[in-house]
């Protein structure tokens, strides 16, 4: 590799080209004073204490910023002359004239006696990720440094009060010095823009636009700024007051699929931080708001602490461990014996680990005997499983999340990623700001129209038609990868023959897109972004630091979420991006790839684990003698042959009474499932429910029997994000009350019921038969035994994951993993093209139901909001739910913002308050999914026809109508 080599005091320094000098000095060893700077952002020079003299330089004794001057070969700097640090004091001086003047003797002068320990955790911030300010402030360490230990200069004086109107973070103007660390940061990290500089001379401060609090700007409230800001400016108001911790622990968010790597901050029994782990290839230094802020769930007063067994009068009360288990074991055993294992059905969870999922398929397959054991996969993921591995292989994201940056060009189609995903949002703004061409399909305007160089807004329920719309430009334009399609594919020729009734004409009656925004996406999805007939328009120039394609890049990123697999028909969505990612050729390298987005922390992880009807673990057939048998071998029992039944066809099993008792673990169907007055029906026909979880949920509140489990916090584990990477997550508290480890639980329910089942099976490998015994005493065991078994994580140990994550398929102890799929190709099968048609939504708007319900998430709220509701903060800033409408619709039902409306489908009605938006989709209503109060999915219907269908979760005949509350 090229270098620089350069002399700065007396040591001789090498660096890459494109370094500056300050880069080259801290990288030596070699501390120059400084505040503004920081890396990953633009240098700035605005606090000019990184003044270097350089031997030659212009005028003799001229002084250079640092940081914003590359370093040249030969150069002889000097940081430290009679000059410089006469300079540097006195600028320092400057800076402190109008902070504060305790700063001087402020106890944070007192080095914090854990930085030594933790050097190796500090973000990029050079900042102690313990303690944050709560112990160490940067604007001291430079004074000392410099050595001022008194003011000489006073300046205007200022006495802005505390911003305190939002739940997360606190504002002191007084201690602001003007770095614009913070305003960078939002803008050249986050690509938010919430705050700038603003007036001028001493009235400059660092503000929001019209000085409007921070709630009602477009602040996403990540903590960016707090991170970054060297002084006491800006501080996390949550446990504020709480002081230094006693210790931190790594672990993994607990939210959504992308599995950002987290410190947590303990004091006591109690956690009063949480901040990025910088260590993480997923997130590095950011962080969402509910990553960020919203770990409070974990010691909500909500949090169920004991079992609850439900008496004859019909109230739950406290029970202890050892009842409420002889309760379940003995129901689930009369059932068993009275109706057969399949009256029987486990609900698995994507918010459990790897190895509690394991342990509940396990448990329904060798202690129960059936293969009714699903997760919420059968809401969203199962598509995606389906789809590509018909398709190619792995139904699992083909590459990184950080390989996103290295896209040409990126299409993202059913996802409002900066709501749902916020970190993989930020990668697809960085990619943009490098130079990728962003293509973003969507009904609504989402935040990534702002980035999107083209925005296809079609109408929902056409993803297919308008996929394959850009399938056939690609064809008939003969802009796709021949080499690649001829050599890796097969069935190309139906493909095209589907395509005719596709044309841009066509898909654009359809889908609502002109057809010139159809035929240029197409060819710059083909070509990575680089079609020469793609003309930028100005607006963009605005908006990103350079125009083209960032060096040889040429390839193209799908990446689709829940506006794809929320549809009855969404795996021929899947089905036609995999025909579209095999014909560019863009599979099986950096910067391409076919990318779902799973919803939750560890969806990918259940799927993984057999949490399925139809897969054992590592998605081993059912359908395979050999795989059975030796499962049945190693598990000393006989399995079941027949799939299961999916989480709705329990349900609908559970109505029409052929499934009689149902163990719910982590989920919460009473919100999350379609039909909710379906599903309370089918709970409530039961003759057994039991719910096992954090919260006494509305599911919980139907069940005979309450389990306590434990948050992400209190047990030990992995979870797999959705790029496939294996992570481990840390214990950091002892549980609350007497809850339970979930893995704990499954265990004792499995010892006991094989104590009263009949005696095992006879295993006919021996080697294998400790599997059977379930003497689990720690989740490493079990991971042992998932290693052993499913081959997709046999290289997997919780040694190896110390070092850090592992992407399956990793078979052995010797692989490293496997970042991105199919770079040799795929394997001993080709990619198979399968035509698929648009089929439009069974269900249409009518006269008695003329608009259209859509629904989705938003930032500050997670899913049924099973964990976010228990967060305080996220509460004050998003309380309720509303119903988003584009004015025209509104007036004629004389319907203005916030007023009360009920909203009403086939299947039911819900009430909430109406917010008018010009942006939004005439004839359309969003609502989002989160809030029982008006819980959407009263009004979705349920799967079509047999059991393996998906519901229709994205599209919804609905009528408004403005809504009066009865006089009490």
């Known amino acids: 590799m ?59 004794g001229e002084l250079i910023t640092a940081c914003t001057q590359p370093a040249a070969a030969g150069m002889v700097v000097h940081t430290d002359t009679p000059e410089v640090v006469s300079t540097r004091r006195q600028v320092l001086e400057l800076i402190l004239s109008d902070h504060p003047d305790r700063c001087l003797t402020c106890p944070r002068r007192v080095r914090c006696s854990l930085f030594d320990a933790c050097k190796r955790d500090l973000a990029v911030t050079d900042r102690c990720v ?67 500089f603003a007036y001028r001379g001493k009235r400059a401060l660092v503000t929001t636009p019209f000085d409007v609090e921070m709630k009602d700007t477009n602040c996403e409230f990540d903590g960016q700024c707090v991170l970054v800001c060297p002084t006491g400016a800006l501080m996390d108001r949550v446990n504020k007051y709480a002081g230094r911790p006693d210790r931190s622990c790594s672990t993994i968010c607990s939210y959504c699929g992308v599995g950002c790597g987290l410190r947590l901050n303990i004091k006591g029994d109690k956690i009063i931080g949480a901040v990025p782990d910088v260590a993480s290839p997923v997130n590095s230094n950011c962080l969402c708001v509910k990553g960020r802020y919203a770990y409070d769930y974990v010691q909500s007063p909500a949090r169920l602490s004991a079992p609850l067994v439900r008496r004859p009068a019909g109230a739950p009360a406290k029970t202890t461990w050892d009842q409420a288990l002889s309760i379940v074991v003995q129901r689930l055993h009369e059932i068993k014996v009275q109706y057969g294992p399949d009256a029987i059905g486990i609900i698995a969870s994507a918010k459990c680990t790897n190895e509690e999922n394991y342990l509940a398929q396990k448990l329904a397959r060798a202690v129960i005997g059936t293969n009714n054991v699903d997760s919420c996969a059968a809401l969203c993921h199962k598509p995606t499983l389906e789809g590509l591995q018909a398709a190619f292989g792995w139904g699992a994201m083909t590459n990184s999340i950080p390989d996103i940056e290295k896209a040409g060009c990126i299409f993202v189609i059913g996802s409002n990623t900066t709501e749902t995903h916020p970190i993989v949002a930020l990668r697809i703004k960085w990619a943009v700001k490098k130079g990728a061409k962003l293509i973003v399909a969507n009904p609504r305007e989402i935040d990534l129209c702002r980035f999107a160089h083209l925005w296809l807004r079609h109408q929902p329920g056409s993803d297919v038609a308008l996929i394959n719309g850009l399938t056939r430009v690609i064809v008939e334009e003969e802009l796709w990868d021949s080499a690649f399609v001829s050599q890796n594919c097969t069935g190309l020729d139906p493909l095209i023959a589907s395509l005719q009734a596709y044309s841009p004409e066509q898909v654009s009656k359809i889908t609502g897109v002109p057809t010139q925004d159809i035929v240029m996406a197409a060819r710059l999805i083909a070509t990575g972004g680089r079609h020469p007939g793609y003309v930028m328009p100005p607006v963009y120039y605005r908006l990103m630091e350079e125009v083209g394609i960032q060096g040889e890049t040429a390839h193209t990123s799908i990446i689709y979420g829940t506006g794809i697999t929320h549809h009855a028909n969404a795996i021929d969505g899947v089905r036609a991006l995999a025909n579209l990612a095999m014909l560019t050729g863009d599979l099986g390298v950096a910067g391409g790839g076919l990318n779902p987005l799973a919803g939750q922390n560890n969806m990918q992880g259940a799927c993984d684990m057999g949490a399925l009807p139809n897969y054992l673990p590592g998605y081993q057939s059912l359908a395979d003698p050999e795989v059975c048998a030796k499962f049945a071998a190693a598990w000393n029992s006989e399995l079941p042959e027949r799939a299961g039944l999916t989480l709705t066809g329990m349900l ?78 840390y214990k950091a508290l002892e549980p609350v009350g007497d809850s339970k480890p979930d893995w704990w639980i499954i265990t004792e329910l499995a010892r006991r019921l094989q104590q009263i089942s009949k005696p095992p099976v006879p295993a006919s490998d021996s080697s294998l038969r400790s599997f059977a015994d379930w003497d689990y005493i720690h989740p490493a065991t079990v991971m042992s035994e998932i290693a052993t078994l499913t081959p997709l994580y046999g290289g997997i140990s919780y040694d190896r994951l110390e070092k850090g994550g592992l992407q399956w398929p990793c078979y052995s102890l010797s692989e490293p993993g496997t970042p991105i799929l199919y770079a040799g190709g795929f394997g001993e099968r080709k990619g198979q093209f399968l035509p698929v048609e648009y089929r439009p939504p069974a269900e249409q708007p009518d006269a008695e139901y003329p608009l259209l319900l859509t629904t989705g998430r938003i930032l500050f709220h997670y899913h049924a909001g099973r964990l976010t509701m228990h967060s305080k903060g996220l509460m004050a800033i998003r309380p309720e739910g509303y119903a988003e409408l584009h004015p025209d619709d509104a007036r004629p039902l004389n319907i203005t913002d916030d007023d009360l409306i009920k909203i009403s489908s086939r299947r039911g009605q819900v009430v909430t308050k109406a917010r008018l938006n010009e942006a939004a989709l005439p004839g359309t209503v969003f609502m989002t999914i989160h809030y029982a109060e008006s819980a959407v999915n009263s009004l979705m219907g349920r799967p079509a026809g047999d059991d393996g269908h998906m519901p229709e979760l994205k599209y919804c005949p609905v009528r408004v109508e403005k809504y009066t509350p009865p006089k009490k």
């Open 2 to 60: 090229e270098t620089i080599n350069l002399i700065i005091d007396n040591k001789s320094v090498a660096v890459p080209p494109g370094k500056t000098i300050l880069e080259a000095a801290l990288g030596a060893g070699i501390y120059i004073p400084h505040l503004c700077y920081l890396p990953g952002l633009r240098p700035y020079a605005g606090c000019r204490l990184c003044l270097v003299e350089i031997e030659g330089w212009r005028k003799k």
């Open 130 to 196: 313990i303690c944050a300010k709560n112990g160490l402030c940067e604007l001291q360490q430079v004074v000392d440094f410099v050595g001022v230990t008194q003011q000489r200069f006073y300046g205007v004086s200022r006495e802005y009060a505390l911003e305190r109107t939002n739940p997360f973070i606190e504002r002191d103007w007084n201690k602001c010095i003007s770095c614009g660390r913070c305003v960078r940061a939002c803008v050249e990290i986050r690509g938010v823009g919430a705050i700038d």
């Open 652 to 729: 609908a099993a559970a109505h029409q009474g052929s499934l009689k008792a149902l163990y719910v673990i982590g989920e919460n169907p009473m919100l999350a499932a379609p039909d909710l007055n379906f599903v309370q029906e089918a709970l409530q026909k039961l003759d057994f429910l039991v719910v096992q979880d954090i919260f006494f949920t509305e599911t919980a509140q139907l069940a005979d029997v309450v389990l306590p489990g434990v948050s992400f916090a209190e047990k030990d584990g992995t979870f797999t994000n959705t790029e496939r990477r294996v992570q481990r997550v």
